[in-house]
């Protein structure tokens, strides 16, 4: 009898400290990911994921995908206080990738100006008209890499 006594209290700690293993996980897992850091699973130019889009390639992306993009910026808009970077492709005038960037991106925008080539990463959320990333920031990955 108290072979089985141990044996219970072993397995119900043992079970408690895996609930409070996986509560942990749960509650302290962080709840963003530094794109910065982060490895992108594509490179692409901006021409080329805008053909891929308008060509009906819709699977051709996954939707939360982090992805590194190089174009000439288009335009640069600051509407509701967050800076926007739309790159333009060569072929398809009507369709743009828009790139809402992290606000600790601000500092290092100024310096920028339509037709500059700048590369950017971001987690992709769509497409309809435009390729739409939010949370980008600058890539300082080199052209040449």
Request: with cysteine; aromatic share 12%.
């Amino acid at each position: 009898m108290l072979k089985k006594t141990n044996t219970f209290k072993i397995a119900f700690f043992l079970a408690a400290l895996m609930v409070i293993y996986l509560l942990f996980q749960v509650f302290f897992k962080p709840d963003y990911l530094n794109i910065a850091e982060a490895k992108p699973e594509l490179y692409l130019s901006a021409d080329t994921l805008i053909s891929h889009f308008r060509a009906g390639d819709q699977k051709f992306l996954k939707i939360e995908s982090i992805v590194e993009i190089e174009g000439s910026i288009k335009e640069i808009n600051t509407i509701n206080n967050r800076f926007t970077i739309l790159l333009k492709g060569k072929e398809h005038d009507s369709s743009s990738v828009i790139c809402d960037m992290q606000a600790n991106q601000n500092k290092y925008l100024s310096t920028l100006k339509p037709k500059d080539t700048i590369r950017l990463k971001g987690v992709f959320k769509g497409f309809l008209k435009d390729a739409v990333f939010l949370n980008c920031v600058i890539s300082d990955r080199k052209i040449n890499e």
